[in-house]
């Protein structure tokens, strides 16, 4: 009632194996199916240096380094140097330069601000925003009231802060000719 497990059968061993198909090719039906002329190209380069002839990358310097060394620096060899133009170097970012601009703006609002002195004979508090062009040498090119405190003597005071200040330099990032900053000054009593 049991099933009986037969073991598959085994590869043929080299005795009982099947010889392998041979083909004749002397017959003049296959003469017919090879080639006339080989496949390979005609053109191949010649290999013509040997491990004896190549020049080790130790013993001698590339072309390219020899004409430096040969020209120097200055190129006054009169030999043309043999290397790419050296490409610009990229200026900041704009990113970079709104970064630095910020904070110059500041340094410049802490000078104007220590500066900054309560006019006599008043006794009226108010903010005067002021509009101020500073060069990157920190020379101010121009001042000039854009939101007035209503005072005239505080106004007055606010453009006479901004000129007695002692303004930083710009960051070096800062190429252009001026720059124009925006300061809120507050007057009050104390």
């Known amino acids: 009632d049991r099933p009986v497990l037969q ?17 004749d090719t002397t017959s003049p039906d296959f003469a017919g199916l090879a080639p006339k002329e080989s496949l390979r190209p005609t053109d191949r380069p010649a290999n013509t240096t040997t491990k004896e002839q190549a020049p080790s990358a130790a013993a001698a310097p590339s072309a390219p380094r020899a004409a430096q060394r040969a020209t120097g620096a200055g190129n006054s060899g009169g030999t043309a140097r043999m290397q790419a133009p050296a490409k610009p170097r990229p200026g900041p970012s704009a990113a970079q330069i709104r970064s630095a601009q910020a904070q110059w703006g500041g340094a ?11 006019p006599r004979g008043t006794t009226a508090r108010g903010i005067v925003t002021l509009r101020i062009s500073v060069s990157p040498s920190g020379n101010l090119a121009g001042a000039s009231v854009t939101g007035s405190s209503g005072t005239a003597a505080l106004d007055r005071a606010a453009l006479q802060a901004a000129r007695s200040a002692r303004l930083p330099r710009a960051p070096e990032a800062l190429t252009d000719a001026s720059y124009s900053f925006n300061l809120p000054l507050q007057f009050a009593r104390r």
């Open 7 to 23: 073991a598959p059968p085994s590869a043929p061993s080299a005795e009982t194996a099947p010889e392998a198909p041979s083909v």
């Open 108 to 118: 410049i609002r802490q000078s104007v601000a220590r500066a900054q002195r309560y």
